[in-house]
């Protein structure tokens, strides 16, 4: 088992940053390839950015490439999301997310194996 807990979330004006963090626990955490994705209120689920289980491979989805940075820091099992530039259509809720299988969860955004709970972002003026 895996917990996934995500924190750093809130209000930000358009063009302000903010840095999410999902702090892993249990059982090998640094065995899994992390990812966050959003969702806003009546849409689709979106992968956001995705990083491997050794932190050497990054994958970001087209409406934050050039604004956002994932990283990870293996030593205290916590996976970054630095996002810069940040517009209102950024607002939504926003998943960590844990797999075994990288390819799966970076390249398709599927076969997630843990969800965190969620937390919210809203930009707005």
């Known amino acids: 088992q895996l917990q996934l807990v995500e924190s750093g979330g809130g209000l930000v004006q358009p063009g302000g940053s903010l840095r999410l963090s999902c702090a892993a626990s249990g059982f090998r955490p640094d065995n899994n390839a992390i990812a966050w994705f959003r969702q806003a209120p009546g849409k689709e689920r979106e992968g956001v950015s995705c990083?491997?289980?050794?932190?050497?491979?990054?994958f970001y989805g087209d409406s934050v490439k050039g604004r956002f940075t994932i990283s990870r820091d293996n030593i205290n099992h916590t996976v970054y999301l630095q996002m810069n530039d940040l517009k209102p259509e950024d607002t939504a809720t926003y998943y960590c997310a844990a797999a075994h299988l990288e390819y799966s969860l970076c390249v398709k955004w599927s076969n997630v194996d843990y969800w965190g709970q969620g937390i919210q972002v809203t930009v707005s003026s």
């Open positions: 990083v491997s289980s050794g932190g050497r491979q990054t």
